[in-house]
């Protein structure tokens, strides 16, 4: 895609945000409480299923500044009889922002022509802080319905190779073969594999090569108001399809149409139950932390089927 017809898409998709009306929440103004019930209400088995990857601490191609985990308090030591009250306590650190932890983006992470969503101005970010479009935004947590899209599945391989694309037409196209259909206010999930790929092969360095979705796939997710987007690799593919913006999902998903975003997910353990049980959406919470200045923040979405 060149960069002429990139920025045609993202004022295109910016201006169909401004037309529903720039919302508080960005996108999660489709995210009503009557389609909050009604996604409870979908609920059949009472089984709940992790989305996110368990946290690394180990330094990889992919990973290369990974969390810090230290015990600070040990319960016990080997001259201690054990009597008494003990405590065990630890400290942990981490880039929120990495290419291998589950992580969420707050709508202040991504600044495009010095502006971030909504037109707020990007100088609302300082070193003390974001000011704006924080994650404070989400401190109740995201509840509805979750629809997780299998491409692999959709092209029969057990995942995407690195630097493909998820297009427009693979979006419909899984949505025709799961017979699921993403409507406004839901948050959509989708798969390429990263993860099994990952397990199969060992981590590589993502930054030079990912699957991901393709930007013109974009117009698919903005037509039918989703809520909120999240995927098991960046969501963003590498190389960028758009030679002169080196990510330009996030750009149009978080600067333009105020939706966010969960990178790195895990779908490996919720695919095969969505298989098994014939249902592709359910019940999903996603519960960041409670970080009012910050950008962005580990994340364990649950979907409850």
Known sequence: MSEADFRSL????????????????????????ERVLAAAGEVRHGHTVSLAAPIETTPGPDNPEPAQHRMTAAAHRADDDARGLRFARDRFAMNVHGDADSHLDALCH?????????????????????????????RDGIVGRGVLLDIPRLRGVPWLAPGDHVTAGDLTAAEAAQEVTVGPGDLLFVRVGHRRRRRSHGA??????????????????????????????????APSAVAEVPFPVHVLAVNALGLHLMDWLDFEELA??????????????????????????????????
């Open 272 to 305: 095969p139950v969505c298989e098994r049980l014939g249902r592709w959406h359910f019940l999903c919470v996603v519960a960041p932390l409670r970080l009012p200045a910050a950008t962005g923040s580990p994340v364990n979405p649950i979907a409850v089927l």
């Open 204 to 237: 590589w360095d993502t930054t030079e090569a990912r699957a991901g979705l393709h930007p013109a796939a974009m117009a698919v997710v903005a037509e039918r108001r989703v809520a909120a987007l999240g995927s098991d690799g960046n969501n963003d593919t």
């Open 110 to 138: 991504v600044m495009f022509d010095g502006e971030l969503y909504g037109g707020v101005p990007a100088s609302s970010v300082t070193p003390e802080g974001a000011g704006a479009l924080t994650l404070d935004l989400v």
């Open 10 to 33: 993202y004022r295109r998709l910016r201006d169909q945000a401004r037309h529903d009306g720039d919302q508080p929440r960005g996108a999660l103004g489709h995210l009503t409480p």
